[in-house]
């Protein structure tokens, strides 16, 4: 039997009076959740910390600037005595028994009438755990049953949102650690998944094994699912009363013709929602260790897609403007034409010694940089053998990451060849 038995209750104190006796980190950490469910919150504290500070001038709390009073707790419906101070906390709580008001204890949870939970919410669910005056373990506890109800792996199927339609979900550059929870958990309700290749394979085997899995992988001179057959898929999928995923590697509207199949099920008039993902443009740079922007070094960055040369009849890219500018360049689908892509900077006003950093399978097990300059790009990817997916960041920031490799040396000047890490 518990040494300590409680009684679990929800309390409503949305307008009602609460005391928190004491103004140091234990009240700052108590006081926002009680804003939170609306309290009328009154602290009584001869001093407060800084961030207490900014809340009393939000006009969210109401400050005592003294110490406590019994009077205080006149008319209140729960206590908190959080100061350092026992002898001031046994009269919190001498007062409120007085008053018949619940009160926490801070110092002391064997002297109090209730005791705080580790508490967490998510969608209209408020889990709140007790473990015996172990609050490392309540959190843990809480933590788990949180993490399980955002992934959608603990709440009961017919409690989930089976309302047919598209979701699409951006599954981040490649590490399945780096999807975001919304993502994860539209993956575990869905009745279909409709996926890229460089969508986080490592998920699609966490699916129940009754979802519906098909591959729309488009492999570089392989197979190809024209994207006309992916909107049929989805909004076939769809108006069939099928909750369906389109799952994409980096973020849905970066390159990944993501609006495209918004505009295909608008028209169906099938339910379309976009759950956004990590962008691989700034996601795999910063994996490894490269910032696209940096204090005094680029102030702007600019990400284009290289799957078209310079020169094409299709391309969009003012390539001449690019060279021009003096901030980062992210290139994507870029190893192809990235000597031809390096030469039009060039040609542009770009300095073929400004650093260039060609990160590799970012994120990934087989994750590798490959360092060289503009002019030296087309040998380092060939003596490198690198081959897609590959993020090519252009610019003095990768120097700033690379020191030893550029190292002592002003903008526009440095050395030329490549450095595999």
Not at 252 to 275: D, H, S
Not at 325 to 332: A, D, E, N, Y
Request: glycine letters at 12%; proline letters at 6%; a negative charge.
């Amino acid at each position: 039997m518990d040494e300590f038995p409680t009684y679990p209750s929800g309390l409503r104190l949305t307008g009602r009076r609460v005391v928190v006796v004491g103004g140091g980190h234990v009240a700052q950490r108590r006081v926002p959740h009680l804003i939170a469910v609306g309290a009328d919150v009154h602290l009584v504290s001869p001093e407060v910390t800084p961030a207490i500070e900014g809340m009393i001038g939000a006009g969210e709390v109401t400050w005592q600037e003294r110490g406590f009073e019994d009077a205080d707790l006149d008319g209140a419906w729960y206590v908190i005595a959080a100061t350092a101070d026992t002898a001031v906390n046994e009269q919190v709580s001498a007062a409120a028994e007085t008053r018949r008001i619940f009160c926490v204890r801070s110092d002391d949870a064997t002297q109090a009438t209730a005791w705080t939970p580790a508490v967490g919410r998510h969608a209209g669910v408020t889990v709140g755990v007790l473990s015996q005056r172990d609050p490392r373990r309540s959190a843990a506890v809480r933590d788990e049953i949180l993490e399980g109800l955002r992934e959608g792996t603990l709440a009961a199927r017919h409690e989930k949102d089976r309302t047919p339609g598209v979701v699409l979900v951006g599954g981040g550059p490649g590490d399945p650690e780096l999807i975001s929870v919304a993502g994860r958990k539209a993956l575990m309700e869905a009745d279909v998944v409709v996926a890229d290749r460089l969508a986080p394979r490592e998920l699609l085997g966490d699916l129940p094994a009754d979802v519906e899995l098909i591959d729309v992988a488009k492999l570089p001179r392989g197979r190809s699912a024209q994207q006309e057959e992916i909107n049929r898929v989805i909004v076939d999928r769809a108006l069939a009363g099928k909750v369906v995923v389109r799952f994409k590697g980096g973020d849905n509207f970066v390159f990944g013709r993501g609006y495209e199949e918004v505009l295909a099920c608008r028209e169906a008039g099938v339910p379309v929602t976009v759950i956004p993902g990590l962008t691989s443009p700034i996601a795999v740079p910063a994996v490894a260790g490269i910032p696209v922007t940096h204090r005094g070094v680029a102030h702007e960055f600019t990400v284009i897609s290289g799957h078209l040369p310079p020169g094409h009849p299709e391309s969009l890219t003012n390539w001449s403007a690019v060279g021009a500018q003096t901030g980062t360049v992210v290139l994507m689908m870029a190893v192809e034409n990235a000597p031809a892509i390096a030469t039009a900077l060039i040609e542009g006003g770009r300095s073929a010694s400004t650093p260039v950093a060609v990160v590799c399978d970012g994120t990934m097990p087989g994750e590798r940089t490959v360092l060289a300059t503009l002019g030296g790009l087309a040998t380092a990817l060939a003596e490198n053998g690198v081959r897609p997916p590959a993020i090519i960041v252009i610019g003095e920031v990768v120097a700033v990451a690379h020191p030893a490799v550029f190292g002592g040396r002003a903008a526009g000047e440095g050395r030329t060849g490549a450095s595999r890490l």
